[in-house]
């Protein structure tokens, strides 16, 4: 795969568009857990905070592993994100159920998804909890992107990666970027 990497914040870029994502963290027994995702924010030029239900797989391993891989798919990933979305036994991976490839990390221990176009590695730094999730805040350590999906200004083309956004929550309803209005 012919991608752009880095190890600093420049990463962030990558989620400048909120495209649903796809969180990956491990288990204690080194099973891949993947956690489908569209309520976060960019924090600052190097945070994101994210909405993770308190009896979640990934709000666990979120906690004790203290790291976790945001991963932006294209829309040729629906069909896997519908099955990363089940509730999967942490003795199996949501990856292999899903056909997916886990590729691994830079900085971090959770490897990221080798099919999605781009991912951004963050080590966790704070919980905030709100009612049954805790907003999960961490620092940005570094990412990759697919280089044909790679804007000019180092962030990502909605375009090119065909990013997509969850619609109508929790039903399977996701929009394509379509007409831009600039102002």
């Known amino acids: ?29 080194g099973i891949v857990n993947a956690g489908v995702f569209g309520a976060y924010t960019n924090l600052s030029a190097e945070h994101i905070g994210i909405a993770v239900h ?10 004790r592993a203290g790291e976790f891989v945001v991963n932006v798919p294209g829309a040729d990933l629906v069909k896997a994100i519908a099955v990363l979305a089940d509730d999967i036994p942490p003795e199996r991976s949501e990856l292999d159920e899903a056909g997916l490839t886990a590729r691994p990390g830079r900085q971090v221990a959770a490897p990221s998804i080798a099919e ?12 905030v909890p709100v009612a049954g999730h805790s907003f999960m805040i961490g620092r940005c350590v570094g990412g990759w992107i697919r280089k044909d999906c790679l804007d000019d200004d180092g962030k ?12 109508k929550y929790p039903k399977p309803l996701y929009v394509l970027p379509g007409e831009v209005i600039e102002g």
């Open 116 to 127: 999605c176009v781009a991912a951004v590695e963050f080590r966790f730094e704070q919980e």
């Open 1 to 29: 795969m012919n991608v752009h990497e880095v190890d600093d914040r420049r990463a962030m870029g990558y989620l400048a568009t909120k495209p649903t994502i796809v969180v990956t963290t491990l288990h204690a027994s």
């Open 54 to 63: 308190k009896e979640s797989h990934t709000y666990a391993n979120m906690r």
């Open 156 to 167: 990502i083309n909605i375009f090119a990666a065909r990013v997509f956004k969850d619609f």
